[in-house]
C-alpha cells in the first residue's frame, strides 16, 4: 500500500506541475522553434544579473525569529502569466536541443537571438551556473525536461518514498509585487525528512536549478500571509539552519545585516519556484 500511494502521489504531482508550467503537445513549436519564449521574462532575469546593487526581486529573506503571527516584512512576491512564462519541455524536446558552454553560439543562433541581446546574455549566464562545481555539502542539477526532474528529486529522495511537490500560491494575483505583508496564522512546519529545491534559471524553456544540502538541516514551513489591501499569499517558506559554509557577499547577508554562521536565514520561494519532500512513513 506504501508504495502504491507513493506512486499516485507523484502522479499527481506531475499533473500539478503539467498544470502549472504548460506542458502539452504544442509546446516545441509555439515556444520552441520560434525563437520567442519569454522575451520579457529574460530581459527582467537578465537586468538582475547585471551590477553589484540588490533587486528588489532577492528581497525575500527575513531571519527566522520574525517567523511569527503579527509580523510584517517587504517582500518581492510576483506571479508570473503562465502564458507567456517558458514551458517544460519533454525530454525528448530538451534532448535534441544542446545545452553547453561549448556550444553557446549554436544555442544562441537555434533561438535567433543577437549575440549581444539581454536573451543572449541570460542563456549564457544559465549555462555557466549549471556547470559550476557544486558548494560543500551540496547536490546539485539543472532539470531541462520535466521527466529530468522527477528522475532527480526520486533519485535523492527515495524510488519508493511518498513524495509530494510544494510551491507558493497567491490566492488572487497581486497587483503590486513588492509590498508588506503580515504573517497571519501559525506557521505550519512540513515534517520532512529530505527536500530538494528546484529554482527557475532565465532561459528560453524551462529550467530548474534543483539542489539539496542533506548534511545541513533546513525547515519548511507554510505560511499564510497578508497584504494590506486584504490580499492572501498561501507562502512556503525554508530556514537554512547552518549558514556557515555560504558565501560571505550572499546577497541575504547584506539584507539582514548578519555574517555566516551567526543565525539561520530564512526565505520565500517564488510562486515559480517547486520543493519536492519525502513524507514520513
Not at 503580515?182 to 512540513?190: G, H, K, Y
Not at 550572499?250 to 519532500?277: A, M, R, T, Y
Amino acid at each position: 500500500m506504501g508504495s502504491g500511494f507513493a506512486s499516485s502521489c507523484i502522479f499527481l504531482s506531475v499533473l500539478l506541475l503539467a498544470f502549472m508550467l504548460g506542458q502539452g503537445r504544442n509546446v516545441r513549436r509555439h515556444h520552441v522553434e520560434e525563437g520567442s519564449i519569454g522575451l520579457n521574462y529574460l530581459r527582467q532575469a537578465s537586468r538582475s544579473i547585471d551590477g553589484d546593487r540588490i533587486d528588489p526581486s532577492g528581497k525575500i529573506f527575513f531571519k527566522m525569529e520574525d517567523l511569527k503571527v503579527g509580523k510584517t516584512m517587504a517582500i518581492y512576491l510576483t506571479n508570473k502569466d503562465p502564458s507567456t512564462s517558458p514551458h517544460l519541455l519533454s525530454r525528448e524536446e530538451a534532448n535534441s536541443i544542446p545545452f553547453s558552454s561549448a556550444k553557446i553560439a549554436q544555442i544562441i543562433e537555434f533561438f535567433r537571438f543577437s549575440k549581444d541581446s539581454h536573451q543572449a546574455k541570460a542563456i549564457e549566464y544559465t549555462i555557466k551556473q549549471c556547470e559550476l562545481e557544486p558548494l560543500e555539502d551540496e547536490l546539485r542539477f539543472c532539470a531541462t525536461s520535466l521527466e529530468s526532474m522527477l528522475d532527480y528529486a526520486s533519485s535523492l529522495l527515495g524510488k519508493k518514498a511518498q513524495l509530494q511537490v510544494f510551491t507558493t500560491t497567491f490566492v488572487e494575483n497581486p497587483m503590486v509585487p513588492f509590498r508588506n505583508y503580515t504573517i497571519l496564522a501559525v506557521p505550519e512546519r512540513i515534517r520532512s525528512t529530505k527536500m530538494v529545491a528546484c529554482h527557475t534559471l532565465p532561459y528560453p524553456y524551462a529550467v530548474f536549478y534543483c539542489h539539496n544540502t542533506p548534511k545541513s538541516e533546513t525547515r519548511l514551513f507554510k505560511v499564510l500571509l497578508g497584504a494590506e489591501n486584504g490580499d492572501r499569499v498561501r507562502a512556503l517558506a525554508a530556514c537554512h539552519m547552518d549558514t556557515s559554509r555560504w558565501d560571505v557577499d550572499h546577497v541575504s547577508f547584506q539584507l539582514l545585516k548578519i555574517k555566516p554562521g551567526s543565525s539561520p536565514v530564512c526565505h520565500v520561494f517564488p510562486p515559480d519556484n517547486l520543493v519536492w519532500v519525502a513524507l514520513p512513513a
